[in-house]
């Protein structure tokens, strides 16, 4: 699977994009070959929304992309802010209880040596993973690798804010070993959920 992640910084109307999104953005999608979901999410004390849609090939986002550039320049019309795009490989889904409006997100940017990837990421599926799916309020995980830059997304998504405050306050002790085996660890946020339509 692969993935888009688009980030409006300093969003001025977070719902309007939502809204546009549902309304106008996901039509567009669904017409897409290889289309298998998109999700919003946001911080909006950070003036934050992200989207990420999934594709069931690289060629299938990259197809996507001249159709859906009207689209996103329409939304960051009505969102505001500065828009980036970035473009990466799913490499682990894990759904326990499939995520929804007021879910809590956090968003772990992190880096590697793109020698380091496949080898790391055996390890978060191996010892990792299990730990964090042991916390209570556990919804789902989702590691994302860019193979060509070393740069990747890691998202869990919580029941509630407490459980991802917990998580993440357990997570502070597997950061050594992470940072041992070359992991940079990169900005972290704390989002909503504000949409998710999923195949």
């Known amino acids: 699977m692969y993935t888009r992640v688009l980030e409006f910084a300093g969003a001025k109307d977070i719902d309007g ?11 567009i999608l669904d017409a897409q070959k290889g289309h298998r979901g998109i999700t919003a999410n946001a911080d909006r004390s950070g003036a934050l929304l ?20 009207n689209a996103r320049q329409e939304a960051l019309e009505i969102v505001g802010g500065e828009l980036t795009v970035e473009n990466y490989e799913q490499l682990l889904a894990d759904v326990s209880t499939p995520p929804g409006p007021g879910s809590a997100l956090m968003v772990q940017r992190i880096s590697m040596d793109t020698a ?17 799916k042991a916390n209570a309020g556990f919804q789902s995980i989702r590691n994302m690798m860019n193979r060509e830059t070393g740069h990747g997304l890691v998202g ?16 502070q002790s597997r950061r050594q070993e992470a940072i041992a085996r070359g992991v940079s660890f990169d ?12 195949r």
């Open 50 to 69: 992200g989207i990420l849609s999934l594709w069931e090939t690289e060629a299938d986002r990259e197809a996507s992309d001249g159709v859906l550039a």
């Open 17 to 27: 994009g939502v809204e546009y999104l549902r309304h106008k953005v996901v039509p």
């Open 156 to 171: 869990t998504v919580w029941a509630d804010q407490d459980a991802m405050k917990a998580a993440a306050a357990e997570a």
């Open 187 to 198: 900005s972290v946020s704390s989002r909503e959920i504000l949409y998710s339509l999923l």
């Open 116 to 132: 380091k990837i496949d080898e790391n990421f055996a390890f978060f599926k191996s010892d990792v993973v299990p730990r964090i």
